[in-house]
């Protein structure tokens, strides 16, 4: 990337992926970058599972009723959790840290997805969350924020269109 404007107009949200594994070097980049987001107080309430086996992430796809199953075609996903007990701000932490992600995977020219986990149901009416916790070990103080579906692209998609960007939901000085 030639510099952060360009980056943040070309990220996009990339759902399909080509099978060509995440080097462990990158998974480290995107990893070292989710560790570097800010935390409110420095408290640092986000914390990070990385799954590569393809059985894992294939029963991550199915953590809940809609939206996941594009895991099923990622060669890595990461799951993004926060402690409530050391942060009342652990979902911003957490959400934060994961935006750092999606942006540290476009400039290695990866695609990812953020995958909303908190607050979601699978088809049965358990919650998505507790079916990640279960398949992973996750301690029941954790809550699980997201998924970000991590691979080498499997399309291209076009920058953001400046023209839709809406201006109006700026306001300068008072509402």
């Keep these: 990337m030639k510099d ?5 107009s070309v990220r996009r ?15 480290r980049l995107v990893m070292r970058s989710a560790l570097m987001a ?3 107080k420095g408290l640092h309430s986000y ?14 796809s199915r953590c809940k009723d809609m939206g996941a ?20 701000a652990w979902i911003e932490d957490a959400s934060v840290a994961a935006t750092h992600m999606l942006l540290q995977a476009e400039d290695l020219g990866l695609g990812a997805c ?8 699978d088809k049965d009416g358990n919650w998505a969350e507790d079916n990640v916790r279960q398949l ?4 029941q103080e954790m809550r699980v924020l997201c ?17 839709r960007l809406k201006w109006d939901r700026v306001h300068n000085e008072q509402w």
């Design 47 to 60: 914390a990070f599972v990385t799954v590569t086996d393809k059985t894992k992430i294939e029963t991550l």
């Design 38 to 40: 800010p935390s409110s």
């Design 13 to 27: 949200s990339h759902r399909k992926f080509t099978e060509e594994p995440v080097s462990e070097e990158q998974l």
């Design 4 to 8: 952060f404007s360009e980056l943040i």
């Design 147 to 163: 998924i970000v579906a991590l691979g080498h692209k499997g399309s291209e998609r076009k920058p953001q269109n400046e023209e």
């Design 136 to 139: 992973l070990g996750i301690p």
């Design 114 to 121: 953020w995958v909303q986990v908190r607050e979601r149901k």
């Design 69 to 88: 199953e594009l895991i099923a075609g990622a060669p890595a996903a990461i799951v993004v959790l926060g402690e409530p007990a050391i942060s009342d």
